[in-house]
Every structure is written in C-alpha cells, then in structure tokens.
C-alpha cells in the first residue's frame, strides 16, 4: 500500500520563499482558491495513494469559503472514505484539523487529547478494515516548543503501546531531532520513514514522519515529483501489510 503524509496548510499555498509568509500571509484570515486542496488530491491520485495523513486542514471557516476541504480532496482523489479530527476553531474565521483519507472501510474513529492549551493537540484515530485486518490509523500535529512536544510523545506512547493489532502512525511531528522517537520505537514501531520536507522551497527538516508497527514489510519512502502546493513537500511511504 501507499501512504502519504501531508500539511496541507489550510490550502494556503506559500510554496516559494519565507518572504511570502507575509504576502500572501492574508490567506490565513480570509477566503482564497482552492486550487493548492486540488492539486493536493489530484496529487493523491497520481500517486496511488491508498491512506493520507493530513495536517492543517481546513474545515468550514471563512478562509476557505466555508467549503470542507475534506471533500475537495475526496473528489480530486477519488479516495471514498474521509474522517476529520478537529483541533482549534476560531469561528467564523477559521475551524482547522487533522484529516485521514482512504480507501479502506473505517470501522470506527476516535480523537486523543496529547495536550489542552491556546493551541491544543489532537491526534485523530481511526481503526480501518484492510484485507480482513483491523488497522489502527493515527494523525498527529505536534506543538513547535520542545517540552510540549516531549509531553505529547510520552502521550502517544501511552496510548499506542499496548496495540496487538497493526498501527500506522504518521503527521507533522515538528522534530528535528529524531533521537526523541526512541520511546516511540520502544512501544512497538519497527519503521521509522521520513525524509526532509520543510521547507519546500529548500528542504532541509525532516518534520513529516511515518511510523510503522512489525507487522509491515520494510518500507519505501519518497518525495513525489509534483508541483509544490503548501510549504511542507509530501512525503509517500509504500509498505506491505504482512
């Protein structure tokens, strides 16, 4: 199978330099295109990408035009099934999350509070029935300060270690020191798969990150050859399920 990790940044689309943070900085308070969401999952479609994992999507706010980007990217992607993990909402301007796209049957969904605050952390689960196997799916947005994002490893770690059943984990964990996903690795990940995505003008932090428990082969990972939509690059990861 195929899974992508993606920040979608709301569809904002900075793709070009950090001078446009504040030129086009305006997209993060009021309505723009959706061309960046399209693309996204035109993207997913190219791919084959069987399972997405979203970060900062945008679900019914101003800035979007009070469209669900959840189901742009489904009709870009043909991918069927869709599940959004709210984070913070700041209505009407803006109701932003977490998302999972698939093309599996989800069973059931539900959301981990890793850490209250202005800003709180979400990680959206949802478990999926893949070849008659019950598959736990998790997307994760981790905080930017270091001791938040300690805390919400730890959370994680408590919540996923003791799983029997496969797990595929993945979001923007906002690490750039990896030796901080040991306890991950400790609590039953065997696959660690990441490659620089940040930013995407100039890759040099690996901040989007896939997680794999044992019961998946040794995966693949790569960086699709497509047209930059946000200022994270996608990340793909293929990977068999034993």
Known sequence: MRIAVINLQSGIGITKGYREYFTSGWRYLLPHSTKYVRETGQLLKDEGVDIALMTEVEEHGLRSGFRKQTEILREASNLPFSE?????????LAAEGNAILCRYPVLETRSHLLTPGAIPR?????MLSIEDQK????????GIRNVYRARQI???????QDRDEPVILGGD?????HESFEILRSAGFSHIATLPTYPSWKPVHALSVLFLSKHFSEPRVYIPSAKRFSDHLPLVVEATLA
């Open 84 to 92: 959004f993990f709210a984070t913070r909402s700041m209505e009407p």
């Open 154 to 160: 730890e959370r994680i770690r408590h919540i996923i």
């Open 135 to 142: 598959v736990h799916v998790l997307v994760a947005h981790l």
């Open 122 to 126: 979400v990680m959206g689960e949802a």
């Open 173 to 177: 964990f906002n690490e750039r020191n």
